[in-house]
């Protein structure tokens, strides 16, 4: 099993979420958003997000934050495909589960 730590944390596409933002109108914070905005600032911009699942808000644009980081940090290396095959089993190619 492999670790979860990255190679490259440089160009490791990683975000901060500051979740559940709809509860108690944003009060009860243990983190303020501008000591997030200043610690993603001091790690060279991190992307930061408040977000709430329940309202559905900024999700879909953190989810696409991510995605667009990780599709372009991609092109320069390729670290999330390595180790699998990219052979195509009998049994895949008629139409069955490999399974």
Same mark, same amino acid.
Request: proline content about 3%; overall charge negative; glycine content about 8%.
């Given at each position: 099993? /492999?670790? @979860? %730590? *990255?190679?490259? &944390?440089?160009?490791? *596409?990683?975000? +901060? &979420?500051?979740?559940?933002?709809?509860? %108690?109108?944003?009060? !009860? /914070?243990?983190? !303020? #958003?501008? /000591?997030?905005? #200043?610690?993603? =600032?001091?790690?060279?911009?991190? *992307?930061?997000?408040?977000?709430? @699942?329940? #309202?559905?808000?900024?999700?879909?644009? =953190?989810? +696409?934050?991510? =995605?667009?980081?990780? &599709? =372009?940090?991609?092109?320069?290396?390729?670290?999330?495909?390595?180790?699998? !095959?990219?052979?195509? !089993?009998?049994?895949?190619? /008629?139409?069955?589960?490999?399974?």
């Amino acid at each position: 099993m /492999r670790d @979860a %730590d *990255p190679a490259d &944390l440089e160009a490791f *596409p990683f975000i +901060l &979420l500051g979740n559940k933002i709809d509860i %108690d109108g944003g009060h !009860s /914070r243990v983190v !303020s #958003e501008k /000591r997030a905005k #200043e610690w993603c =600032a001091s790690r060279g911009n991190i *992307p930061y997000f408040e977000t709430s @699942a329940k #309202e559905d808000y900024n999700v879909d644009e =953190a989810f +696409l934050c991510v =995605a667009q980081t990780a &599709l =372009a940090s991609e092109r320069q290396q390729d670290i999330y495909f390595q180790g699998i !095959s990219e052979t195509v !089993s009998e049994v895949e190619q /008629r139409g069955g589960c490999a399974c």
